[in-house]
């Protein structure tokens, strides 16, 4: 079945740093791929997506490329604040729907 | 914001007494899931639907199960609740098609006791 791997947590980060936060997945087809953030005692708030391979999806300063021949979409950011600080979530959707998530990766951004 | 609301938000409940959770949307999607969170295993699915009584398993199916009879309700039940159920529970929707987004609930904090 399809899954996703992304790299463990806690990442913690001085203010003004770069991020990167590593997802690589395993899927049959052509999925769809995601990053969800929570903030604490929130839901999932979807931050960018890419629907094709070489797509890059971008929000906030947020930036992933869809890879197709690594199988991968890291979310990077040039310069991290201490409100980004959340769990990260890479996930996929496949053609029928189904939506497969990450570990989640907690990000922390200190002053 | 989609128009997701789960209740309750917060629930604690003695073993063996059963739950049900329910998920409400206002949006008109097709599908609807549910999910579990708990520390080290990010978002598990647990049941999800795409339709009016038309459901399926996720791979934490056991002990819980569905209904949705209408296009705006999905309700979990834990039959017969366990403390290892103890955790928070999130809906989510989406529009069918691979590449449209899921929409999540603000979640329902679970604690079986």
């Known amino acids: 079945g399809d899954s996703v791997t992304q790299m463990e947590g806690p990442v913690t980060l001085s203010e003004e740093a770069f991020l990167t936060i590593n997802c690589t997945y395993t899927?049959?087809?052509?999925?769809?791929l995601f990053w969800y953030v929570q903030y604490p005692g929130e839901g999932l708030q979807l931050l960018l997506k890419?629907?094709?391979?070489?797509d890059k999806g971008s929000n906030k300063g947020f930036e992933a490329t869809y890879r197709k021949e690594t199988t991968s979409f890291h979310l990077e950011k040039g310069s991290v604040q201490v409100s980004d600080s959340a769990v990260y979530f890479c996930?996929?959707?496949?053609?029928?729907?189904?939506?497969?998530f990450g570990g989640g990766t907690r990000l922390m951004v200190k002053p | 914001d989609a128009g997701i609301t789960q209740s309750p938000r917060h629930k604690v409940t003695e073993t063996g007494t059963p739950v049900t959770l329910r998920c409400h949307q206002t949006?008109?999607?097709?599908?609807m899931y549910w999910y579990r969170q708990d520390p080290g295993h990010g978002l598990r699915l647990i049941h999800y639907?795409?339709?009016?009584?038309?459901?399926d398993k996720g791979e934490v199916s056991d002990g819980y199960s569905v209904s949705r009879s209408k296009t705006e309700d999905f309700l979990l039940t834990l039959e017969s609740a366990t403390s290892s159920q103890t955790s928070v529970y999130f809906c989510?929707?989406?529009?069918?098609?691979?590449?449209?987004?899921?929409?999540f609930g603000q979640g329902t904090r679970l604690t079986v006791v």
């Open positions: 989510a929707i989406s529009e069918f098609g691979g590449n449209t987004e899921a929409f």
């Open positions: 899927a049959t087809g052509y999925p769809s």
């Open positions: 890419a629907t094709k391979a070489d």
């Open positions: 996930a996929l959707m496949d053609a029928g729907n189904m939506l497969t």
């Open positions: 949006e008109n999607h097709r599908y």
């Open positions: 639907s795409y339709g009016v009584k038309d459901t």
